[in-house]
């Protein structure tokens, strides 16, 4: 530790200990009463009121600034924190800032502050011992002699009595300095014997300050030599800094506080303050006071004259200086409530722009959601598609070429049965053909009549008749049928039958229609032979061959039309819908609904719930609405109940089913 430090540590710390100094006083031989701890007092009271309410603003301000006097800046400045953080704009917080400052040993941000509350409309009067310490550490003894004397006609504490001897003692007032201790030093106060020694230091008087430290350290006091000689030769500032603080060596901090100090205001003129001091005991050394009681009657009337009038003049300032402080207190409070009417209105506009932002962040979400699940849905949609036009294709192509084989084998079919019926019709033309005539006789009877011999007439080959009966050749022809014959023409005919698939009760093959059953058509019936002539034997008769007849080609059966679908465009239009829920299981969605509509009773009269599905879950929506402005306007109604919505518009054919809340 260097010697500095220890000087200041010893200078500080010398006269702390409460211990009644041994001078030869009468007062010595009393009884040491413990002396009042008001300050003490109050902080006791403030934390009390503090502990039942911790947002008391006015107690947390007390707190402070009685933890301030008490020399517990750190304590002091956590409870004007606090009160600053409950009311930003109490001009009282800067004030006790300031006393904090002063004892941080930092005059010129604490004048700076002190300025501030006193423009914000705080009355110095409470501060005025504060303040003028403050001007002591820049070393502005007028002004700070001066607050000093406001300060001790409110309340002259003892602490205030000895920073205002040590300003006279800084400023070489010496004798003033002296009888303003007077009092203090006759009930043996510790801290007025140490300003004491500081003031005979200041002022040349090194031998004297040594005396007070000797008799008041035990021993110890000679550590303090060095830095009563060096007082005498330090500024005003650093005297005032060496005997609060103890410090001696002016730093680069003490330098940039200073330059933060405002300009010092003009001082007014003011009557001088006397201090009455007792007259010393007998007995009593010289050095101990150099103060005299007045003497004489006329002195005694003119010190009482000057004091009347010393109280007429502080009673008629304070008097200006209450009304001067409830006029800027009114002005104070008007401007607070105009400050909390801007901060609430600019809270509440930053709370509709949150809550617009949230929105429409919301609403980006969900638009983005649908516009990925559209596509997903139309890339679904188009490979569902795909598929099922090359299904459609491959069932097409397996329909026509099943068309074709069996087209084939109807086309083998029919040119079987012609080769028959033509083989069938020449075996028949050949049984009726007659046989060769007998020759007649040369000569015959006159009477005989000649007779012609004419070619039996073939008989009908079996057929169908135009009305679609079968024909068999008639009884007592020429020619009889051939046994057996007919079961050809029975099997020709049961070979070109074809059985619709709706007779024997089977859906036709897919693709596949119906044949129409085509009608046999019956073989041509040859036609007679001519007729044999008398003269000579006729030949048998060739029948001519059959021609042929072009059968028609079966003709497909015509499919009935399906009966036409309904639109889903039109059975279910685009409509204006707003989705207040959604859940993957549809079961749940009702007691969804009765919880939104216990919630917003009158915006929900009347509503129908509905539901539609969403990939994986299930939309619960409200509606329809007229247009998206209704919607919306839905949507703004029940946000107002703290329930959250947004619109949604259905496209056309998009199923959307009630919901059943019962």
């Known amino acids: 530790m260097t010697r500095q430090r220890i000087l200041r540590a010893v200078a500080i710390a010398s006269f702390a200990v409460p211990v009644a100094m041994p001078i030869a006083t009468p007062a010595s031989a009393q009884e040491v009463v413990a002396p009042a701890t008001p300050n003490a007092d109050r902080l006791a009271a403030q934390m009390r009121i503090l502990a039942a309410d911790p947002r008391n603003v006015e107690a947390l301000l007390i707190a402070g600034e009685m933890s301030a006097r008490l020399n517990d800046p750190s304590a002091a400045a956590g409870f004007f924190a606090r009160a600053q953080a409950l009311a930003p704009g109490n001009p009282r917080v800067q004030a006790g800032q300031a006393m904090v400052m002063v004892r941080m ?75 303003v201790l007077d009092p203090l030093l006759r009930r043996s106060d510790r801290g007025a014997w140490r300003a004491r020694a500081f003031i005979q230091a200041m002022n040349g008087d090194a031998a004297g300050a040594d005396k007070i430290a000797a008799s008041m350290m035990g021993g110890f006091g000679s550590a303090l030599s060095p830095f009563f000689r060096r007082l005498p030769s330090l500024s005003a500032a650093d005297k005032a800094f060496a005997v609060h603080f103890g410090e001696l060596r002016r730093t680069p901090a003490r330098i940039a506080d200073a330059q933060a100090a405002p300009p010092l205001p003009p001082l007014p003129q003011e009557a001088p303050v006397r201090v009455a001091a007792a007259e010393p005991e007998r007995g009593t050394s010289a050095g101990s006071s150099r103060v005299r009681a007045p003497r004489g009657a006329r002195e005694a009337a003119a010190r009482a004259e000057t004091q009347r009038r010393e109280r007429e003049g502080a009673a008629a300032r304070r008097a200006k200086e209450e009304a001067e402080a409830r006029r800027l207190a009114e002005a104070r409070a008007a401007q607070e409530r105009e400050t909390q009417r801007q901060a609430e209105v600019a809270r509440q506009a930053e709370a509709q722009r949150l809550a617009e932002a949230q929105r429409l962040a919301e609403a980006q979400r969900v638009a983005e959601a649908q516009r990925v699940a559209e596509a997903q849905r139309s890339a679904e949609a188009q490979r569902v598609a795909e598929q099922r036009r090359q299904a459609e294709a491959q069932r097409v192509a397996d329909a026509r070429a099943a068309q074709e084989r069996e087209a084939a084998a109807q086309r083998e079919r029919e040119a079987v049965a012609l080769r028959e019926r033509e083989a069938e019709q020449r075996r028949l033309a050949q049984a009726a053909t007659p046989a060769t005539a007998p020759a007649t006789p040369a000569t015959t009877p006159a009477a005989a009549p000649v007779a012609v011999a004419r070619a039996p007439e073939p008989a009908p080959a079996p057929g169908f008749s135009p009305e679609g009966a079968m024909v068999l050749p008639a009884e007592g022809s020429g020619a009889p049928p051939r046994i057996g014959a007919e079961d050809n023409v029975i099997a020709r005919i049961v070979s070109g039958i074809t059985i619709p698939a709706s007779e024997l009760g089977v859906e036709p093959m897919p693709g596949r229609e119906e044949p129409q059953v085509a009608e046999a058509t019956p073989p041509p019936v040859p036609a007679p032979a001519p007729a044999a002539t008398p003269k000579a034997e006729p030949e048998p008769a060739k029948p001519e061959p059959a021609a042929k007849k072009a059968e028609p080609k079966p003709q497909p059966k015509p499919v009935p039309k399906a009966k036409p679908k309904p639109d889903p465009a039109k059975t279910d239009p685009a409509r204006n819908w707003v989705q207040v829920a959604g859940g993957a299981n549809v079961n749940a969605l009702p007691r969804e609904w009765k919880r939104l509509v216990a919630e917003a009773p009158a915006e929900f009269r009347g509503k129908q719930a509905w539901t539609t599905p969403l990939r994986f879950t299930n939309r619960l929506l409200v509606g329809p609405f007229k247009s998206e402005g209704d919607a919306q306007d839905f949507v703004n109604a029940i946000a107002k109940k703290g329930l959250s919505a947004f619109a949604w518009t259905s496209e056309a054919g998009q199923k959307i089913e009630k919901l059943d809340v019962k």
């Open 105 to 179: 040993e930092k005059p010129g941000e604490a004048l700076r502050l002190f300025a501030a509350a006193e423009r914000a409309g705080v009355a110095m009067r409470p501060y005025a011992s504060d303040r003028g310490m403050a001007y002591d550490l820049v070393g502005a003894q007028a002004h700070a002699q001066r607050e000093h004397r406001l300060a001790m006609q409110d309340d002259p504490d003892d602490e205030t009595v000895r920073r205002y001897a040590l300003s006279l003692g800084i400023s070489g007032r010496t004798d003033e300095a002296m009888a």
